[in-house]
């Protein structure tokens, strides 16, 4: 048994309003720059609808992901080495800027500088930000069918609906609609890394972020080809491949992503799994696709056995990231709640990103009919008849088998009748939570996580900061700093290094960190300008 962390994100489907502040904050963090125009490491789907790029999911169409071959050996489904030497130089499983969109902005000038008196009135035509040249018709972006704007148009190119059974309805009044968030997976068996022939794309051993290393990057694009989410894209401007980077430079520090920071609905948390890697190929390799959702989970240790501790230990896991895998809503709700589930397991990427389906069309059907909408007997059997159907979440989120997600619909419905009495001041029924196999204390708290936790229990990420040298609590001072001082203040960043301080000299002359906060206006820092000479001197002090 080999130990290892990850980093994972679960989200709520049932919390999340569409309001894509996620997508504009991680689109001001990380992409707003020439050449990543049309890039999103972040964007919000409603579905059923065919996403961005157009149609993603349409494996066939793309060979993303992973697929065993008839002697049970995993390969990439884009083909193997000599299929990517062959193609190298020309890569025909490339989204175009068509399945993406061409960037564009408005000739605003045009409207600004207009003479007043004119008789028509100025426009500001969209022009591409690609190369400048008006464009006459828009016709698609990577937010077409919002709110179900486009679908009646691109409804039937949805590769989950195609492989339902069921027939859905495109009257307005019979829809369904939920929203997606989409980043990077950060995969425990990223087919991108696999793909790519310079070995640019990695990932990180600490936490199990995928990165793209730039300088090694020679632009072949076989990782977005390799991706079966299309989540790394390539800046035409740079000649390099860009995605989603967990906003690590933020998790060093034990700050959450941005998009997860900014989350106007709270549906997003962050903690740390431990799995062991010696498993992840037979995982990835399971036959039965229905099987890889339990697969990909027996692939979870639970940090809590002792055994998994030591082992983690032996690989030199800091304990700091032990405790917080221990006190992690990651495993919570997977493993304790059972309510989360990854996407589309069946690419055999094995998924760190995982979602809790939503449910909250269930209550307003039911209540349409004259019934109680929380009463938990009419409730859990209207479950299977749903306004979204089983099957289209069953596709996105289990291989297309419907058994874990009712499981998962059931027990949220079971939390919200069980809620109601307590908060309505009546005695709770037990019954509930035993009839999804679950105590009124899990309720209790599942309902905790879910609805009302704080910003700590939703974020728990251990720093990168090195833990307290052994003995340097016992020593009077040490170079003058206080030995209860914490280890960053030890090596002057203090708290809020990274936004609050600017790397400099230090206040001792010595290698350090400037706060910003405590500059005097008009005055400059003495220590950032060290006295070499009188002539310095005189400069610094003009």
């Keep these: 048994m080999k130990v290892m ?11 999340c309003i569409g309001c894509h502040t996620c997508s504009v904050t991680c689109k001001q963090a990380w992409t707003n720059r020439e ?120 409804m039937d190119d949805d590769p989950v609906l195609k492989t339902m059974n069921t027939q859905v309805k495109k009257q307005i009044e019979d829809s369904f609609m939920f929203y997606l968030p989409r980043i990077c997976e950060h995969c425990l068996n990223p087919t991108c890394v696999s793909s790519c022939p310079s070995g640019a794309m ?38 390099k491949a860009e995605k989603c980077t967990l906003c690590y430079p933020r998790l060093e520090v034990g700050q959450p992503t941005v998009c997860s920071e900014t989350c106007v609905g709270r549906l997003r948390y962050l903690g740390v799994v431990l799995y062991d890697a010696d498993k992840v190929a037979e995982a990835a390799a399971t036959k039965d696709e229905h099987a890889l959702f339990q697969a990909q989970k027996d692939l979870i240790l639970n940090p809590h056995d002792p055994r998994v501790v030591a082992a983690a230990e032996a690989e030199n896991i800091p304990h700091s990231w032990i405790d917080a895998a221990q006190n992690s809503p990651i495993w919570d709700l997977i493993f304790k709640y059972e309510v989360a589930v990854p996407l589309h397991p069946e690419y055999r990427t094995l998924p760190m990103v995982w979602y809790i389906p939503p449910l909250s069309p269930i209550v307003e059907a039911v209540t349409s009919t004259g019934n109680d909408g929380e009463d938990h007997k009419i409730l859990l059997s209207a479950i299977s008849n749903m306004r979204i159907p089983l099957d289209y979440l069953a596709g996105l989120f289990t291989a297309g088998d419907p058994v874990p997600v009712e ?18 001041g009546n005695e709770p029924q037990e019954e509930i939570a035993q009839a999804v196999g679950m105590t009124g204390e899990d309720m209790r708290s599942m309902h905790r996580l879910l609805a009302i ?4 229990d939703r974020y728990v990420i251990p720093t990168a900061s090195p833990e307290t040298p052994r003995g340097i609590a016992s020593l009077p001072s040490f170079n003058g700093v206080d030995p209860s001082a914490t280890v960053a203040e030890f090596h ?3 708290e809020g290094a990274p936004e609050a301080c600017h790397a400099g000299v230090g206040a001792g002359g010595g290698s350090g960190t400037i706060s910003l906060a405590s500059w005097t206006p008009g005055e400059v820092p003495r220590s950032m300008f060290p006295k070499s000479s009188s002539a310095s001197s005189e400069t610094a002090s003009s």
Excluded at 407 to 424: C, F, G, P, Q, T
């Design 35 to 154: 050449g990543t125009e049309y890039i999103w490491f972040n964007n919000v789907e409603t579905r059923p609808g065919v996403g961005y790029p157009y149609g993603w999911e349409d494996q066939d169409k793309w060979k993303g992901g992973w697929t065993l071959t008839k002697s049970g050996k995993l390969i990439p489904r884009s083909g193997g080495r000599l299929k990517k030497l062959a193609t190298i130089f020309h890569n025909p499983n490339l989204p175009t800027i068509e399945d993406y969109y061409e960037p564009w902005t408005y000739e605003y000038e045009k409207v600004l500088s207009a003479p007043a008196g004119q008789k028509t009135q100025p426009t500001a035509r969209p022009v591409s930000q690609l190369d400048g040249k008006p464009i006459d018709t828009i016709s698609w972006s990577s937010n077409w069918d919002d709110n179900l704007g486009g679908s009646g148009a691109t």
């Design 492 to 494: 002057g960043l203090g």
């Design 5 to 15: 962390a990850q980093i994972a994100m679960i989200m709520n489907l049932d919390k």
């Design 453 to 456: 936790a704080k910003y700590d």
């Design 407 to 424: 499981k998962v619909l059931r027990r949220l419905a079971a939390m919200r009748s069980y809620m109601r009495d307590i908060n309505l």
């Design 202 to 239: 990695y990932k990180r051993t600490e936490d199990g972020i995928v990165l793209v290393d730039q300088d090694r990057c020679r632009g072949w694009r076989m990782c977005v080809s390799g991706c079966p989410y299309k989540k790394v894209y390539f800046n035409h401007k740079t000649g």
